[in-house]
Structure formats: structure tokens, C-alpha cells
């Protein structure tokens, strides 16, 4: 079965850092690398976001105005397995973020991890 497992949130001080993953599973190794992976996050009371979005392929990214520059998304193919590494956090960071595979459309989705920024 199609699993997308986030970990890495957890309360950070603004200005910090944090590594969030998508671990997937239900893939074949193949298949995984057709497609394109996403990074989500919703706030309370707002609607979910996209944050970031890299290519099937890897060689393409883009990025929600509000992260260029303190947030990089990478995929690792060999280990199935999508990174969103998010530095100089920002409370307006504060979120459930959610890690998405699509084709076209969103298709499978996770859980979701916490990421909170406070002091």
C-alpha cells in the first residue's frame, strides 16, 4: 500500500532550522522517480498551502514567495525519500506540513508533521 510518512517538526526558536522528511513507501523504486513531490503546509484557521514542489526528475524546483531563500526541497530516489530542509524559521512558519505525491494532480498524501516556531 502507497504510505507517505513525514517526520522531522518539532518547536524550534525563530531563526533555527529544521529538516523535515517524506519517507515513501508502497512504491516500487521505479515508480517513485515518475513522480513529482510537494511540500504542503496548513495553519490554523487557513487554508493548506504549497510551499514547494521539485520535478519527477529532480532538476526542477519552485517555491512559495514567502520561503525562497530559507527553504530547499531535494528527493532522494535511491532511499524514496523527500527532504524540505527550512532555515532562519519564522513564526509565520508555524504549521502541519504535509508532503504530497503528484502527477498533474495531487495523488497521495501524508500524515503531516508539526512545526512549531516560537521563542
Known amino acids: 500500500q502507497v504510505q507517505l510518512v513525514e517526520s522531522g517538526g518539532g518547536l524550534v526558536q525563530p531563526g533555527g532550522s529544521l529538516r523535515l522528511s517524506c519517507a515513501a513507501s508502497?512504491?516500487?523504486?521505479?515508480?517513485?522517480?515518475?513522480?513529482?513531490m510537494r511540500w504542503y503546509r496548513q495553519a490554523p484557521g487557513k487554508e493548506r498551502e504549497l510551499v514547494a514542489d521539485i520535478s519527477s526528475a529532480g532538476g526542477s524546483t519552485n517555491y512559495a514567495d514567502s520561503v525562497k531563500g530559507r527553504f530547499t526541497i531535494s528527493r532522494d530516489t535511491s532511499k524514496m525519500t523527500v527532504y524540505l530542509q527550512m532555515n532562519s524559521l519564522k513564526p509565520e512558519d508555524t504549521a502541519v506540513y504535509y508532503c504530497n505525491a503528484y502527477k498533474s494532480k495531487p495523488i497521495y498524501w501524508g500524515q503531516g508533521t508539526q512545526v512549531t516556531v516560537s521563542s
Open positions: 508502497g512504491f516500487t523504486f521505479f515508480t517513485f522517480s515518475t513522480y513529482g
